[in-house]
């Protein structure tokens, strides 16, 4: 059976960084782009970032940009997303998740991913 568990979230003060680890068991993803997407109270949940497998090229959400970085370690199963001057409005629960065999690109589209984590709650305070 497929897991993702995510973990780092947590509360932090604006300015103030983060880093996000999403660890995959009951198979690889070889060949599969991860991303994290988010879910702020009341509001839809967006795409965050993501990156591929094979060239690890990285898409993130203009929000973002220059601010957080996607990295994965293929060898330990791991996706993180370093999260560097947070602001509150970054405050959301986190999401990670995984394409299916594949499914490489790194796409910006929630119906894309068919295996999702649990999530882990970032607040940052003003």
């Known amino acids: 059976q497929v897991r993702l568990v995510e973990s780092g979230g947590g509360l932090v003060q604006a300015g103030g960084s983060l880093r996000l680890s999403c660890t995959a068991s009951?198979?690889?993803?070889?060949?599969?782009?991860m991303g994290w997407f988010r879910q702020a109270p009341g509001k839809e949940r967006e795409f965050v970032a993501a990156?591929?497998?094979?060239?690890?090229?990285?898409s993130y959400v203009d929000s973002v940009k220059g601010r957080f970085t996607i990295s994965r370690d293929n060898a330990k199963n791991t996706l993180y997303l370093q999260m560097n001057s947070l602001k509150p409005e970054d405050t959301a629960v986190y999401y990670c998740?995984?394409?299916?065999?594949?499914?490489?690109?790194?796409?910006?589209?929630?119906?894309?991913?068919?295996?999702w984590g649990q999530g882990t709650q970032v607040t940052v305070s003003s």
């Open positions: 998740a995984a394409r299916q065999l594949g499914g490489n690109y790194p796409s910006q589209r929630a119906a894309d991913y068919v295996y």
């Open positions: 009951g198979r690889t993803f070889n060949s599969a782009a």
């Open positions: 990156i591929t497998w094979m060239d690890s090229a990285t």
